[in-house]
């Protein structure tokens, strides 16, 4: 079982939040600072193996996956994938997931959440 397991409804305005977290000298963990951030992928790994991947760009109008909001604190993420799943047609299942993180100083991703660590899986409901 996933460290992380959520629930998106396919076509629904659901949404869930994540804390993207950093090593940090003194007290273990701190919030990440996501103001570099250009763009997040979340591929999405269904039981056969078949990958589909979400793409938000820094800025994007009506993003699926946005840590830029007003609302949102240091190292927070929103993802709202419910319409994401209806317009790309993604059947409902389990689907472990991996999280890539771009900026200008990891121009070719770093992998924050890993379907190898077994650290975020989504239910896709009708």
């Excluded at 209806?86 to 389990?94: F, M, R």
Aim: aromatic residues 8%.
């Amino acid at each position: 079982m996933a460290l992380i397991n959520r629930n998106v409804w396919i076509g629904h305005d659901n949404t869930f939040m994540l804390r993207l977290e950093s090593a940090d000298p003194d007290t273990g963990t701190a919030p990440s600072d996501l103001s570099l951030v250009t763009k997040m992928e979340l591929e999405l790994r269904n039981a056969v193996g078949e990958i589909v991947t979400v793409t938000s760009n820094s800025g994007d109008a009506s993003p699926p996956i946005d840590w830029w909001a007003g609302i949102l604190e240091q190292g927070e993420v929103i993802f709202d994938l419910g319409q994401w799943t209806l317009d790309n047609v993604t059947p409902a299942g389990q689907y472990d997931c991996r999280l890539t993180v771009y900026s200008p100083s990891s121009v070719q991703g770093l992998v924050w959440l890993s379907w190898i660590n077994d650290d975020l899986s989504l239910n896709v409901l009708d």
